[in-house]
């Protein structure tokens, strides 16, 4: 007959317990590193397309452009916090802020803490 030594079963279903954990952490983690490289190719994008209808428009309707015409709750331009955000994460400088919003994006950086200069 076979003699079954409960603490041992309980600190192997733990053990395995811990590895699953440890499991699910790490393809958490490499998921969320996935995402961020995501975020910050479609951040590029958005700027690339940006800085293109800019290039194409005339001084009249760049300050349309400037804002897309979509103005956040808190009156700034989407594309402000999309260049803030690739300042943060080191994919732009100021001095490659397009001018129209450059004052904006300087201002909001700010207002973060962000060093821009």
């Given amino acids: 007959m076979f003699k079954f030594d409960k603490n041992k ?5 733990q053990g ?15 998921g969320q590193v996935k995402q961020d490289d995501d975020i910050t190719n479609n951040f590029i ?3 690339e397309i940006y800085e293109m209808l800019l290039s194409q428009s005339s001084v009249n309707e760049a300050s349309n452009i400037s804002t897309f015409s979509v103005r956040k709750s808190g009156g700034e331009s989407g594309m402000v916090e999309v260049y803030v955000a690739l300042i943060l994460r080191g994919k732009k400088t100021i001095e490659e ?3 129209v919003i450059r004052e904006q994006v300087r201002i909001r950086c ?8």
Avoid: F
């Fill in 16 to 30: 395995r317990k811990v590895e699953m954990q440890n499991k699910d952490i790490s393809d958490i983690s490499i």
């Fill in 97 to 99: 802020v397009p001018a």
């Fill in 45 to 47: 994008a958005n700027a």
């Fill in 9 to 13: 079963i309980e600190q192997i279903k």
């Fill in 110 to 117: 700010k207002e973060l803490e962000i060093p821009v200069e």
